[in-house]
């Protein structure tokens, strides 16, 4: 079975700086999707970013980028120039590729950005 | 309409009733899926819809929890004997395809409390 572990429950950092979230996952299967979603106070879901397994390169987003390390089974997400916006809960969430289409979530990591 | 919408936002209810909670998808969307988010947990997958296959019911923790969809359009997650172990968010998403290949839209989730 998959499991997705976010070793972060909450993270402050002050605006404008940069902010890395860590992520780790455990699979024996070697395609995949990996995700960040971001749960503002709204509770809405949204994607932040999308990474295949089979792609080397780093996926970006504008301020938003992996750092992604397919062998240590490691999918960090950094956050660049932070605004307080960028506040909210963050879920690393992984997927296997053309299989039962069942996103698995990690805990979160709730981020706080201070003004 | 323009997003997935789930409704009731909120729902208090005593324990033993029953509850309903529906998610209107993105029309078109042939995916949709109901996950439950306990306070400062991750999303649990719990039921998915997939145009008109068998769903996926793996995810489901009880046999008082049960959903429907009517072909491609509404779904109806319902709980029923309520318990207090029973209160979360429950969020719906749906994609235009499967989640393999295609963006997961969330909704803003129903919040669902029982006394």
Known sequence: AQTVTQSQPEMSVQEAET???????DTSES???LFWYKQPPSRQMILVIRQEAYKQQNATENRFSVNFQKAAKSFSLKISDSQLGDTAMYFCAFLLMNRDDKIIFGKGTRLHILP | GAGVSQSPSNKVTEKGKDVELRCDPISGHTA??????????GLEFLIYFQGNSAPDKSGLPSDRFSAE??????STLTIQRTQQEDSAVYLCASSLASATNEKLFFGSGTQLSVL
């Open chain 1, 19 to 25: 902010v890395t979230l860590s992520c780790t996952y």
């Open chain 1, 31 to 33: 395609n995949y999707y």
């Open chain 2, 32 to 41: 949709l899926y109901w996950y439950r988010q306990r306070l400062g947990q």
């Open chain 2, 69 to 74: 969809r009517t072909g491609e359009s509404v």
